[in-house]
């Protein structure tokens, strides 16, 4: 075979086919819908809050209480689990379904609660220094946490625009 027919076909050229169609793989693989939130999964997690929250009580988003959500209702009814969620599911809509209403809060509230947690630099006589470097610190963090979701929510709003209205009201009934 002459060299002009192995062209294409050394090992370094394997290699990059091989590194290409990986990518070609992980690409397909991430734009997959399979693995984004869809519109009926947001309405279930909704519909589920709303259903739920009388008898398991507060729902504010968090992984654990989404993970206790649904490890209590396996216990009682398993609504989630007829509704077609596993552990896993449940978790991963859940988050989706808050990151995407976290993502529709309104600049002007972040604004706001920027500005409250400035404000508290001063607050906290109380607190010896380094109590209260600790408690500011602390601050900070859920808010840089709160930024971070937020962000990672803005793949989620479209779908979680129509519900946020009823998502909203349950949670601010939840916390009355």
């Known amino acids: 075979m002459s060299a002009a027919m192995h062209a294409g076909t050394g090992p370094l050229e394997r290699a990059k086919r091989l590194v290409l169609a990986a990518a070609f793989c992980l690409a397909a693989l991430l ?13 279930k ?21 989404a993970r206790s959500w649904f490890e209590q209702d396996s216990e009682d009814r398993s609504l989630i689990r007829a509704a077609g969620f596993t552990a896993e599911s ?7 379904t ?26 906290f006589p109380q607190l010896s220094a380094a109590q209260r470097a600790e408690l500011l610190q ?27 209205p009823r998502l909203n009201a349950l949670i601010q009934r939840d916390s009355d």
């Open 31 to 43: 734009a997959s819908p399979a693995l984004a939130l869809t519109p009926a999964e947001a309405t």
């Open 45 to 65: 997690v909704v519909d589920l809050i709303a259903a739920l929250q009388p008898s398991l009580g507060k729902f504010a988003y968090d992984e654990e209480i």
């Open 90 to 96: 449940w978790e991963k809509a859940v988050g989706e």
């Open 98 to 123: 808050f990151r995407g209403l976290m993502a529709l809060t309104p600049q002007s509230e972040i604004d706001a609660l920027r500005r409250r947690l400035d404000a508290a630099r001063t607050g």
């Open 138 to 164: 602390s601050f900070e963090e859920e808010f840089a946490r709160t930024l971070r979701l937020r962000a990672e929510g803005a793949a989620f709003a479209d779908i979680v625009r129509p519900l946020a």
